[in-house]
Every structure is written in C-alpha cells, then in structure tokens.
C-alpha cells in the first residue's frame, strides 16, 4: 500500500514551454501532497504543499505563477513548470501524506520523481 | 526554525560491520521520525518510522530515539554494498510538513 507515481519520469523541452508534470497516489486518497526540488548532489527542497480542493501553500522563494499546482483530486496533483528556462532543470519529486486514519498519515511517501532538462 | 542536523558524510564502513548514522533535531515538539534512503538519481524511499523513545528493529535496520536528547539514529548491521546511499533523516511536528536533513552518505566497502 501507500504507491505514489508521477509521470512523466524523464521529460526535455526547449526554452519558454511549459511542462505539466502529474503525481498519483495509487491505492491511497491523499489529501495533502508535496512538490520537492532536488539539484544533483543536493538536499530535498520543498517547493510547495499542495491541499486537496485549495490554493497550494507556496514556500519563501518559489514563485507561484510560474510553479503552478493543482490538486484537483483526492488522488492526482499537477506541477505545472511554466515557460521553463534551463536553471529549472532539476529533478521534481513529489510525495503524499499517508492515508488519514491510519498509523502511517504522517508519513509521506514519495513519487519516483521527474527529471527536466530544459534546453 | 526547525532544523534537523545530520553529518553529510560519507561514512565509510567495511563490509559486514555496523553502520551507525545519527540525526539531531531541535523542535523539541516533534512526535514523529522518519529514515529515508535515497540511491543516487532516485527518489526517497522509506525505511522505517518511530514514534517512541527506545528502539524499532526492522530486519537488519534498527531505529533508535531519545527525546530528551533530540536525537534519532539509524543502525544498520551486517552493512552490505548495496546499502551504499543517502539517507535522509526527517522530522514532524504533528500535523505539519516534515522537515528533512541533508543526508549522510554511506558507502559500504567490499
């Protein structure tokens, strides 16, 4: 139990397009989900919260018109990374509190992230 | 600010020896911890969660946490090469966003 996906896994796009990328909860409703940056050998950055049926809670740092999430469903939130330059080449992970009730709501469990590469 | 701390390492160990790898945290709040491995290029995987002082074993993962000392460690016996990753401790405060360390690096030495 507890699968997260994300699609797509691997994704290059030219200079000033945007690109959506999707994470699912599989066998769990999530109602809060995480988008997380990660540049080669460096930390997770959490970029922003995102809250079933709300505005997505933005942390200091990432703009929010250009980071643009959704989460539409109890199962699906969407990163949309609008008119993409090459410094947002990175690898965008997400991830989903656990199901709620459960011993594991606080734990969050990741996607198998998606790499960009902006060219 | 809540912090977690860890050593980035890398932390060498041979082959078949325990690997030890520590965390410290600061919001003496904190209710729940996390261990994450993270193999270079993929994504955080979970290992093991603890909510209790005392120990959690798991197969050949052992949790350690002490509350009044803030501090969370990962035991790792019988290290084995492919154990050889980031892990990542991770702290909550309660119904809130998990604050992760930067990870240590452990590599296992055949």
């Known amino acids: 139990g507890a699968v997260v996906s994300q699609h797509p896994s691997r994704v290059i796009c030219k200079s000033g397009t945007s690109v959506k990328i999707e994470c699912r909860s599989l066998?769990?409703?999530?109602?809060?989900m995480f988008w997380y940056r990660q540049f080669p050998k460096k930390s997770l950055m959490l970029m922003a919260t995102s809250n079933e049926g709300s505005k997505a809670t933005y942390e200091q740092g990432v703009e929010k018109d250009k980071f643009l999430i959704n989460h539409a469903s109890l199962t699906l939130s969407t990163l949309t990374v609008t008119s993409a330059h090459p410094e947002d080449s990175s690898f965008y992970i997400c991830?989903?509190?656990?199901?709620?009730?459960?011993?594991?709501?606080?734990?969050?469990?990741f996607g198998p992230g998606t790499r960009l590469l902006v060219l | 600010q809540k912090e977690v701390e860890q050593n980035s390492g890398p932390l060498s160990v041979p082959e078949g020896a325990i690997a030890s790898l520590n965390c410290t945290y600061s919001?003496?709040?904190?209710?729940?911890f996390f261990w994450y491995r993270q193999y270079s290029g993929k994504s955080p995987e979970l290992i093991m969660f603890?909510?209790?002082?005392g120990d959690k074993e798991d197969g050949r993962f052992t949790a350690q946490l002490n509350k009044a000392s803030q501090y969370v460690s990962l035991l790792i016996r019988d290290s084995q090469p492919s154990d050889s990753a980031t892990y990542l401790c991770?702290?909550?405060?309660?119904?809130?966003?998990?604050?992760f360390g930067i990870g240590t690096k452990l590599q296992v030495i055949p």
């Open positions: 603890i909510y209790s002082n």
């Open positions: 991830s989903a509190r656990g199901p709620s009730g459960s011993q594991q709501r606080e734990t969050q469990y």
């Open positions: 919001d003496r709040g904190s209710q729940s």
């Open positions: 991770a702290v909550n405060g309660g119904y809130q966003k998990v604050t």
């Open positions: 066998d769990f409703q999530a109602t809060t």
